[in-house]
C-alpha cells in the first residue's frame, strides 16, 4: 500500500501578481529545465542558470542529475518576506527508483542587512509502507563553493519535512542528494529558505494561514 505525504508550505508562483507605480518589480519567481535522458528542453535549461529575487541571487551549480523535469525558484511577497523556495518538479509519473542524484546550488543574499535563519526540506512521492526507506539528503554550508565549512545536514525519509539548525551569514551553498529505492518514487523536492527579519512571523502558521500551498501534480497537499 502506498502512503501519499503532504508537502508543508510551498509557496504559489506570483507571476504578476504585484501592482504598482514607477520602475519595474523584481523578479519574484525563476524556472529552469533539466533532462538527463537526451530530450530537447522546451525553454531555460538548468546549466549554469541564475536568478535574483528581491535582494537574493540563486545560482545553479550542477542541476538534477537525474530524470527530467524543472527547478522553481520563488519569493514570498512583501507581507512575509522572510521566506524563498527552491523546488524541483519531476515531469510524468515522477522519478522511480531506484535512483540515486543530486542537485546543487548558491544563494546569496547582495543587498540590505538580512541573513540566513534556516533552510527547510520536503518531498512529495509514493513510498511503499514496507521495506527500505528513501532519503533526501540535504547539505548547507558556508560561502558559494562545495569545499566551504558545513553548517548542517538534514535528511527528509519517506517524505518527512526537517528543518536545519540556525544558518546565519550571507552566502550559502546547498546540497540536496537522493536515493530512491526500487517500488518507490519520488514527484518533488523542495527547500524552504527563511532570513532573519525584525519580529518574524511562525513560518509554517503564517504560510498555512495565508492560503499559500501549491498542489503539486497526484499530491494532496495539506497545509
Same mark, same amino acid.
Given at each position: 500500500?502506498?502512503?501519499?505525504?503532504?508537502?508543508?508550505?510551498?509557496?504559489?508562483?506570483?507571476?504578476?501578481?504585484?501592482?504598482?507605480?514607477?520602475?519595474?518589480?523584481?523578479?519574484?519567481?525563476?524556472?529552469?529545465?533539466?533532462?538527463?535522458?537526451?530530450?530537447?528542453?522546451?525553454?531555460?535549461?538548468?546549466?549554469?542558470?541564475?536568478?535574483?529575487?528581491?535582494?537574493?541571487?540563486?545560482?545553479?551549480?550542477?542541476?538534477?542529475?537525474?530524470?527530467?523535469?524543472?527547478?522553481?525558484?520563488?519569493?514570498?511577497? #512583501? !507581507?512575509? $518576506?522572510?521566506?524563498?523556495? %527552491?523546488?524541483?518538479?519531476?515531469? +510524468?509519473?515522477?522519478?522511480?527508483? @531506484?535512483?540515486? /542524484?543530486?542537485?546543487?546550488?548558491?544563494?546569496?543574499?547582495?543587498?540590505?542587512?538580512?541573513?540566513?535563519?534556516?533552510?527547510?526540506?520536503?518531498?512529495?512521492?509514493?513510498?511503499?509502507?514496507?521495506?527500505?526507506?528513501?532519503?533526501?539528503?540535504?547539505?548547507?554550508?558556508?560561502?558559494?563553493? #562545495? !569545499?566551504? $565549512?558545513?553548517?548542517?545536514? %538534514?535528511?527528509?525519509?519517506?517524505? +518527512?519535512?526537517?528543518?536545519?539548525? @540556525?544558518?546565519? /551569514?550571507?552566502?550559502?551553498?546547498?546540497?540536496?542528494?537522493?536515493?530512491?529505492?526500487?517500488?518507490?518514487?519520488?514527484?518533488?523536492?523542495?527547500?524552504?529558505?527563511?532570513?532573519?527579519?525584525?519580529?518574524?512571523?511562525?513560518?509554517?502558521?503564517?504560510?498555512?494561514?495565508?492560503?499559500?500551498?501549491?498542489?503539486?501534480?497526484?499530491?494532496?497537499?495539506?497545509?
Amino acid at each position: 500500500m502506498n502512503r501519499l505525504y503532504p508537502i508543508a508550505g510551498l509557496l504559489a508562483v506570483l507571476l504578476g501578481a504585484l501592482v504598482g507605480q514607477g520602475p519595474a518589480k523584481a523578479a519574484t519567481s525563476g524556472l529552469c529545465y533539466f533532462d538527463n535522458l537526451g530530450g530537447t528542453l522546451p525553454d531555460t535549461t538548468c546549466s549554469d542558470y541564475q536568478v535574483e529575487l528581491g535582494d537574493k541571487r540563486f545560482v545553479v551549480k550542477t542541476p538534477p542529475n537525474q530524470g527530467v523535469g524543472k527547478v522553481a525558484f520563488e519569493a514570498s511577497p #512583501a !507581507s512575509l $518576506p522572510e521566506l524563498y523556495q %527552491v523546488a524541483i518538479d519531476w515531469a +510524468g509519473s515522477g522519478m522511480a527508483g @531506484p535512483s540515486i /542524484g543530486d542537485f546543487t546550488y548558491t544563494v546569496e543574499i547582495i543587498g540590505g542587512s538580512h541573513t540566513f535563519a534556516s533552510i527547510g526540506l520536503s518531498t512529495g512521492g509514493d513510498y511503499p509502507s514496507a521495506g527500505v526507506d528513501s532519503t533526501v539528503t540535504k547539505e548547507v554550508r558556508h560561502g558559494l563553493t #562545495a !569545499s566551504g $565549512p558545513l553548517i548542517d545536514s %538534514v535528511t527528509s525519509i519517506d517524505g +518527512g519535512l526537517q528543518y536545519s539548525n @540556525p544558518i546565519g /551569514g550571507t552566502q550559502i551553498f546547498v546540497r540536496d542528494s537522493w536515493n530512491v529505492t526500487s517500488g518507490a518514487t519520488i514527484d518533488n523536492l523542495s527547500n524552504y529558505i527563511r532570513q532573519e527579519v525584525p519580529g518574524p512571523l511562525p513560518v509554517l502558521g503564517a504560510v498555512a494561514g495565508l492560503g499559500w500551498c501549491r498542489r503539486l501534480k497526484r499530491r494532496v497537499a495539506l497545509c
